[in-house]
């Protein structure tokens, strides 16, 4: 039977062969973005195709934006899935219903279109598979959604009534090739645009722009279809195409894109370059750029904006490229497909490294488990080969681009070989990256994902085994560290292993962005929100960013881990070690300052680092810091030390701080233990200094005019993470589930005992789940000087406890017109014990709503580490209650409660009530990877054992 163009597996028919995206050429175009007529149709066979005639009435059809997604604007609704494609899985054939969206758009040529030549209709990118015609005619079909595709139409153009009718069906043959965890988006959503090429105009060229580290020299060829010339102003560079030419030039490398601007000149146009040199090689196993290594500290980045899906515009993939830049990031691997050709131009502009990847992933034949994958079925290789075509040809000309990627979790097969064997015959000066296939044959590094820190260490070691081929090549983690909702954790760790072994070069947390969509209830949603079956739930926000671009906590630890300046501090000597992390550039473009902070306002002096700017990579300095100045009595003394930019740059304002660390200088006083009044009556309650407690209960009823919402009483319960709730496939145990059947959320407190002695108030309670034998006997024993209260904690566990616990600590309710928060300890946002490198001891001040990290999904949050005091006011300067821990604790506060938290779907179902919950936990069990990577490390485990921890408590008079 012979199928509909849209179930063929060919890639397409009528286009033009691909070639180089082209950004700077002045002949004329005309941009076909805007308002385009539109009409859904259920199904690929509803109606003819009457609607691109010539003179068709399109006047009663919609309206849709192009670039853009019709489900975003008001036509069926969207999609998401993970690994499962959501229609049978019969290739190459979809489903009959298969909404299929009819454009059209009308246009007069400008009236100073050239006459002469000829002219190419462009498409950026169309999801899944699109028919075109021009003027009635048709021109072909083509499939390959993130990629170009260009048609001849100069024979077709008229000066005016020009109309274009585009066809476009959301499930084709090419759907069974894009199955990239990520929102099913059909539509038109990249530019749309019709371009002059006058006679003796460029057809394809290629720069060839390579390197020489040793004579700092580079060597420049431009490859052009039309017969040439090639100018280089800067450099005095005047070269007929295809002829070599070597000069004195400054490298381009991430760390300082510099660019050369350059023109190509053939009889019929002139088209701008811009020119990076630089070499790239596999040298000694490893990977290097102007005979460097270097050491990815990437991101995996899908295109996405809230509103309009992956139809970007300029200013939002230069935010993008900035915000990287500005969080020491310097690496992106284009997840799963090419981007938009203009943030590539960005990424040479700006300076990123690139690992771009072919629209390639046929995952959901991998989770099925049955053969049929495209990638080694012969039928199916010239789409392979057309789409590795289509990414190198449009993408060749950008420096930033140091290595292609054949696609994402296919498997392995003789179309990804083929694929690889073309690469390589086109593009020789790149390397090859590929990760489904352990064997390696086809790729120049091994590329994991989600490996945990031990095998990673192995593998740093060369003790990983596998074949010989692969044991000499370097590894990137092409995946690691997923970003869902609160996370990722044990980046430090994997860092650390990164800078121990040379053969670990970095890798790519995944990924960029929470692909949140905008939405009227639910704030952000997510998959099922839009009722499809099947559906992946939230795995769709996994970013480091949320949906608005906002940076989320775990980007903030990202750039803290990845920074490219290392202070190390000797209390002893007084001196401070300055290491340079970056691996081609010196620290002429930073400042450095040191600062001695002390616990008490306006308690801090600062001046100067005086660190050698000339400070090659890899190269330390140790300088001597000016003498501390003396502590007020009692008071705490911090050393912050940080590097600025000092020059103006193109990404970045004048003093952003790209690297910092904090050290103790002087250690934390002791905690005055507050002894000596006695329990008294006082009506119906029971007085002790300035509490009030309950005399039957010995709950805390008030503390001075501060009357409770809710008692201190013993807490393990958290509204489970992502990475607690852990993914259905994982190996490892799971605690969040775990956590719920053995009923850890919903503890049981039963009073043991009250007991009013001379010096003290004690209460003995056993907290424990339901239908389990196990428990936690804690004794809470309150005790004060008349003007502080203070309650030691002691819990003994009671049983054989198998797991973790979530948390461990009190938690009470004050009234919520003590919204305002004072602390000193870490901040300014949140940190666990495994994401805690962007937290820096000092003073801060912030209100309680402020304080809530608002993920896509809710769940736990916003806890502040090594806190030593904390203060809940009616305002900045207000009254209210002040908590001194001993030791140190972790401080949360929250407008609702954990239940409220955990129970919450959306951002929008927590509601402020008239509580603030405030946790003052002694422990908390670490965040980890496992919502897709690995679990918590040991080290950052909660286990249970026997603990004692004191808070005191006195209430703070609002400031005159």
Same mark, same amino acid.
């Given at each position: ?32 973005? %805007? ?112 990629? /170009?595709? +260009? ?75 039309? $017969? ?13 195409? %295809? ?13 300082? /894109? ?9 009889? =019929? ?69 090419? $981007? ?14 690139? &690992?771009?990847? #072919? ?76 990760? =489904? ?21 192995? &593998?740093?070691?060369?003790?990983? %085994? ?32 990164? +800078? ?31 009722? +499809? ?30 920074? /490219? ?5 000797? /209390? ?28 008490? !306002? ?14 090659? !990579? ?84 008030? &503390? ?61 309670? *056993? ?45 009470? %309710? ?21 994401? =805690?490198?962007?937290? #820096? ?8 709503? =402020? ?12 806890? *502040? ?21 001993? !030791? ?73």
């Amino acid at each position: 039977m012979e199928l509909p163009y849209h179930e063929d597996v060919s890639p397409g028919t009528g286009g033009l062969p691909p070639r180089a995206w082209c950004a700077g050429s002045d002949a004329a175009s005309l941009s076909l973005n %805007g308002s385009w007529r539109f009409r859904l149709s259920p199904g690929a066979c509803g109606p003819d195709e009457s609607f691109a005639a010539d003179g068709f009435d399109a006047a009663a059809w919609d309206e849709v934006v192009v670039p853009g997604h019709w489900v975003l604007q008001g036509h069926g609704a969207p999609h998401y899935t993970n690994q499962q494609y959501p229609f049978p899985v019969d290739p190459p054939r979809v489903p009959t219903e298969n909404p299929t969206g009819d454009h059209l758009r009308c246009f007069d040529l400008p009236a100073d279109w050239p006459a002469d030549g000829t002219a190419v209709l462009r498409f950026d990118g169309v999801e899944s598979c699109a028919r075109v015609w021009l003027n009635g005619t048709p021109l072909g079909d083509f499939k390959g959604s993130r990629l /170009p595709h +260009e048609f001849a139409v100069g024979h077709l153009l008229r000066p005016v009534d020009n109309v274009v009718a585009v066809r476009v069906h959301q499930w084709s043959s090419g759907s069974y090739l894009e199955d990239q965890d990520q929102w099913w988006l059909p539509g038109i959503f990249r530019d749309v645009t019709l371009l002059h090429r006058p006679a003796g105009a460029a057809g394809d060229f290629f720069t060839h722009a390579s390197y020489d580290h040793e004579e700092g020299t580079g060597t420049l060829r431009v490859d052009c279809d039309v $017969p040439g010339r090639v100018t280089v102003p800067e450099l005095g560079v005047d070269v007929a195409t %295809g002829e070599g030419v070597t000069v004195p030039v400054e490298p381009w490398t991430a760390e300082r /894109p510099r660019l050369y601007d350059a023109v190509l000149s053939t009889p =019929g146009e002139r088209i701008a370059l811009r020119v990076g040199f630089r070499t790239v090689a596999l040298t000694g196993g490893l990977i290097t750029v102007n005979g460097r290594p270097l050491l990815f500290r990437g991101v995996n980045r899908h295109e996405f904006h809230p509103d309009h899906g992956r139809a970007l515009d300029l200013a939002t993939m230069r935010a993008d490229v900035m915000l990287m830049k500005q969080h020491n990031i310097n690496a992106v691997r284009t997840a799963h497909y090419p $981007p938009h050709p203009a943030f590539l131009d960005l990424c040479d502009e700006l300076g990123l490294w690139v &690992i771009d990847e #072919c629209d390639l992933e046929t995952h959901g034949f991998m989770a099925l488990g049955r053969g049929g994958n495209p990638v080694d079925d012969d039928r199916w290789t010239p789409a392979l080969l057309d789409r590795a075509a289509r990414t190198v040809e449009r993408d060749k000309n950008h420096p930033s681009v140091i290595v292609w990627s054949l696609g994402n979790e296919c498997g392995t097969g003789r179309g990804l070989r083929a694929m690889a064997a073309w690469i390589r015959e086109r593009d020789p000066d790149r390397l090859l990256h590929y990760e =489904g296939d352990p064997s390696c044959q086809d790729t120049d590094m091994y590329s994991r994902m989600y490996a945990d820190h031990a095998e990673v260490e192995r &593998i740093g070691r060369g003790e990983d %085994g596998g074949p010989e081929e692969r044991r000499r090549l370097p590894f990137v983690l092409c995946e690691y560290a997923h970003a869902m909702g609160n996370g990722p954790g044990g980046l430090r760790e994997y860092q650390d292993l990164f +800078e121990r072994y040379d053969r670990l070069q970095g890798g790519f947390v995944w990924e960029w962005i929470d692909h949140g969509l905008r939405h009227p209830e639910f704030g952000y949603a997510y998959g099922g929100d839009f009722g +499809e079956r099947p559906h992946d739930g939230n795995f769709v926000c996994d970013g480091l960013c949320f949906p608005d671009r906002t940076p989320s906590p775990g980007l903030l630890d990202y750039m803290q881990v990845i920074q /490219p300046v290392r202070f190390t501090y000797d /209390p002893v000597s007084g001196t401070v070690s300055v290491t340079n992390l970056y691996d081609f550039a010196d620290l002429s473009e930073l400042a450095f300052e040191w600062t001695y902070l002390m616990d008490g !306002p306006d308690r801090a002096v600062s001046g100067p680092l005086d660190v050698p700017p000339e400070l090659g !990579p890899g190269e330390s300095v140790e300088l001597k810091l000016p003498e501390p100045p003396p502590a007020a009595r009692g008071a705490e003394t911090r050393l912050h030390v940080s590097a600025m930019i000092c020059e103006e740059t193109n990404w970045t304002a004048l003093d952003h701080v790209v690297a910092r660390a904090d050290f103790a200088v002087t250690p934390r006083p002791p905690v005055p233990v507050a002894t000596g009044a006695r329990p008294r009556p006082c009506g119906y309650d029971l007085a002790l200094g300035p509490g009030r407690f309950d005399v039957r209960t010995g709950e805390l009823r008030a &503390i001075g005019d501060v009357t409770l919402r809710a008692a201190p009483r013993l807490d393990v319960w958290r509204a489970t993470t992502d990475n607690d709730d852990g993914a259905p496939w994982q190996p490892d145990t799971r605690y969040g589930p775990l956590w719920r059947d053995l009923g850890l959320d919903r503890m049981q407190h039963r009073l043991d005992d009250v007991e009013s002695g001379d010096g003290a108030l004690t209460v003995r309670t *056993r907290v424990a789940p339901a239908a389990r034998d196990l428990a936690l006997r804690a004794v809470h024993r309150w005790t004060s000087d008349g003007e502080a209260l203070r309650l030691t904690v002691s819990v003994t566990p009671e049983g054989d406890w198998q797991v973790p616990l979530p948390r461990l600590g009190i938690r009470l %309710g004050l009234p919520a017109a003590l919204g305002y928060a004072h602390w000193f300890g870490g901040g300014p946002g949140e940190a666990y014990p495994d994401t =805690g490198s962007a937290s #820096c001891v000092s003073r801060w001040h912030r209100d309680v709503g =402020g304080m809530q990290t608002p993920y896509v999904r809710p769940q736990e949050n916003g806890a *502040r580490a090594d806190v030593r005091w904390a203060e809940l006011r009616t305002r900045s300067d207000g009254e209210g209650v002040r908590i001194v821990g001993d !030791p140190a604790f972790w401080f949360t506060a929250r407008p609702w409660s954990t239940e409220q938290l955990d129970a919450a779907a959306h951002r929008t179902d927590l509601v402020p009530g008239d509580t603030v919950w405030v946790h003052l936990d002694h422990g908390q069990r670490g965040i980890g990877t496992q919502s897709c990577g690995p679990g918590v490390l040991p080290q950052h485990e909660l286990r249970v054992a026997p603990a004692e921890f004191a808070f005191t408590f006195t209430t703070v008079a609002r400031e005159r």
